[in-house]
């Protein structure tokens, strides 16, 4: 059953674009939105939906330019060494460089990619955290700093028109971040910090986008 | 066009489908792995799986895990459910029917069980009008309980020692740090040591009023952690109320050098708080000096937190500049008064400790010594008149330090006045007095409060602590709790902690603990919990409850409340 769920749909798309007229093969200037799931490779932070914007420039038949601003928003599990339980939030900014590989008259247009990113990270306390320690009179938060990564993956893009295009992604970003922590004495403000280091999110992100060309 | 838009109606349809496909396999009820919050229990389906009625449900799921996973499950199982369960077979209360059947109106009832209870390769160990204690192998519950004879089978009632909790946990808001997960910290990690006299009865209370492990070591010369002496135990009592999670250590010593030692060894074991509810005299200037300070410097020195009692003298203690207006060469208290007295109830053993400021230059081993020499003779009232007792007569010439101390071994037998008086032997300058009686029912004539601190209280490493009362006038002070400043000016206690609380039946019992030997460790505790719940250092944890403590007195700091009470809530 759970397997006919997921033929079905997809032997449907491969007959879809079958059908479709000849695609421009992504020339030009390009927008879209992009939908999915990512789940980090450090295995404290859950899985979490993923969306965001896409901008591209095909600059030639084979070659596109992509830049990315993304969201995923994984739940932390409390480790000795890393964050307290807790929500992360992290918007990737990525460019890429794609390399495709039109085929069937520019219909359907597999490619790689290979780019880097700047995550701007924040994170939020589990609230019966954050209370319990108020309650005692101590403010406790935790920051994660902005990270550089490398990313690499590859997809499916199919044209349904001229200015239409459907895409399936897998994409892998390397991304390590750093964090501050900090315990408030609200009464004294004595406040101890210190900073967690080697933090791994490195997601993993699968997910569907659709893109409008003005070529 | 039109075509166009029904293509895109169903490429979009393909898109959702896909999307959902893609967002919701990994997060979606079918492949849930997690166990449901708490509140939605009920809307999981559950097979129900009650067993025989006649038998307890952790009995019967006893045998079940026994027959179907083994007897090392089972035995893991009745561990989680504390079953006491020896190799396979688990000790059950079994309850007889009220009718007897036929066989037992012949034999007996006992005797009909008990063959049961053999036949399954079970024994009755004991048994009670219509209870009986059994042993039964794991495979033979089910059919135990199926004996028509048998009312029900059940794990034995437990019995549970009645925790007394200090009314100063919940004063001073620890309680709402107990549940609390450290932080970047380790509560585990932090070691607590009672130092201490004796420990009687300790071993009574571990697991209840005390941690299930506690590490143990006498200095005395005949090893003896108990020596006679409920107050140490009392004492971890009360840290352990403080703070839960610590390591404990229990350790007792007789002499100074035994003292000595025992702190040697608990810095080579990195303990990190001495809670100290022991006071001396006449073992310093009152400046933080002398050897049972220096003890107290060694331990700070290597990272030891000493939270001290600041001693229950503040009415036992007089202090002032010798004089001698009548050139007698006695000290007038007062006009022409040279005895200073106060009253002993029958029993009570009477003593006095005088010292003077002529102790010398302290050069972490000795004193340089005094050259002025003062005495000390005790009286007591009998028949209208005050009647010599005993006298200390030690030389001052050079190299003595300056004290004369006349000690414990008077027990009068009826209640009476009791005095002393001092004299100048030999003295180039009129030195300041300090006498410190036990013994008085109630505040000594010519009472001084200020500067009644027990050595090592005056110490500046010493985290010295005053008494407030918690039960009865809470937060009042409590008139015997010894005051500062030090002999240098310094203020004195730093805190105030609670005192007349509950411990145990085996030391002081309900609302039985009194003194700063009950505030000590309340605020050892405070400390302890405090540094195992959160990454601060030492100073920061100190600075942290200066700013929280109960201002009490005089605002800010001062010789009778410190900072205040022990606080560690916001």
Known sequence: MKRSIVLLPGLAFLFLTCALPAGAGAQGLGFGFAAGYAKPSNSLYSGSVAGGVVFSIGVMKYLAFEIQAGYLGPAVEASEDGLSEGRLTVVPVQLSVQGRFPFAGGRVAPFVELGGGYYLNSFALDSNLAKRWKDVGFTLEEKPGGAVGVHFGGGLDVFLGRRISLGLGLKYSLVTMKAVWSLLDDASRTEVTGELDGLTLSPLVVGLRVRFFFN | ?570
């Open chain 2, 1 to 570: 066009m039109r075509r166009n838009s029904g293509k895109s109606a169903i490429v979009f349809s393909a898109v959702i489908v896909l999307a959902a496909v893609v967002t919701l396999v990994p997060g979606g009820a079918v492949v849930k792995q997690e166990p449901p919050p708490a509140g939605d229990a009920a809307t999981i389906p559950v097979q129900v799986d009650k067993g025989p009625p006649k038998l307890d449900h952790a009995l019967y799921m006893f045998q079940k895990i026994h027959e179907t996973q083994g007897p090392d499950k089972a035995r893991e199982y009745a561990e989680r459910r504390r079953l006491d369960v020896e190799g396979d077979a688990v000790r059950v209360i079994v309850e007889s029917s009220g009718t007897m059947i036929a066989s037992e109106r012949i034999n007996g009832r006992a005797a009909v069980l008990e063959n049961h209870v053999r036949s399954l390769g079970g024994r009755v160990e004991d048994s009670y009008q219509e209870l009986f204690q059994c042993r039964i192998p794991a495979a033979g519950l089910w059919e135990l309980a199926g004996n028509p004879a048998v009312r029900f089978v059940r794990p034995p009632l437990r019995p549970h020692t009645q925790a007394v909790t200090s009314e100063g946990v919940a004063l001073t808001g620890a309680n709402l740090w107990h549940d609390l997960d450290p932080y970047r910290a380790s509560s585990a990690g932090v070691k607590v040591c009672v130092l201490d006299l004796g420990f009687k009865n300790h071993n009574l209370l571990l697991g209840t009023e005390l941690p299930a492990t506690v590490r143990t070591r006498s200095f005395r010369a005949d090893g003896d952690i108990a020596a006679g002496e409920v107050h140490g135990t009392a004492c971890a009592e009360l840290v352990h109320d403080m703070m839960p999670d610590a390591q404990m250590y229990l350790v007792n010593f007789n002499t100074e050098l035994e003292h000595r030692q025992a702190v040697e060894w608990l810095i080579s074991e990195k303990v990190d708080v001495i809670s100290y509810s022991i006071a001396w005299f006449n073992a310093g200037d009152g400046k933080g000096t002398g050897p049972i300070c220096q003890t107290v410097k060694r331990a700070a020195d290597n990272g030891i937190l000493w939270v001290g009692a600041a001693g229950n003298y503040a009415e036992d203690h007089w202090e002032g500049t010798f004089g001698d207006s009548d050139a007698d060469g006695w000290h007038n208290f007062s006009g022409s008064d040279e005895i200073i007295n106060f009253y002993v109830p029958a029993g009570t053993p009477v003593g006095g400790f005088l010292n003077w400021d002529d102790w010398g230059v302290w050069n972490g081993i000795f004193y340089s010594g005094s050259s002025q020499d003062y005495d000390l003779y005790l009286y007591w009232w009998v028949g209208g008149n005050w009647v010599f007792v005993d006298k200390s007569e030690n030389w001052q010439d050079g190299d003595q330090w300056p004290v004369e101390f006349i000690g414990y071994w008077y027990h009068p037998t009826v209640s009476t006045y009791w005095g002393f008086a001092v004299k100048k032997y030999s003295a180039t300058r009129n030195c300041k007095l300090e006498l410190f009686v036990t013994g008085n029912y109630d505040a000594v004539e010519y009472n001084v409060p200020e500067g009644s601190l027990a050595i090592p209280a005056d110490s500046e490493h010493c985290i010295a602590v005053g008494a407030t009362d918690t039960v009865t006038y809470p937060d009042t002070y409590h008139p015997y709790s010894s005051r500062g400043p030090t002999h240098d000016g310094r203020v004195k206690p730093d805190f105030t902690a609670p005192s007349g609380v509950s411990v145990s039946n085996l030391t002081y019992g309900y609302r039985g603990f009194y003194g700063t030997s009950a505030s000590a460790p309340h605020m050892a505790g405070g400390l302890a919990l405090m540094k195992g719940k959160t990454p601060y250092g030492w100073d920061e944890v100190r600075a942290i409850l200066e700013s929280r403590a109960v201002d009490l007195g005089p605002s800010g700091k001062d010789n009778q409340f410190g900072f205040g009470r022990l606080n560690v809530k916001k």
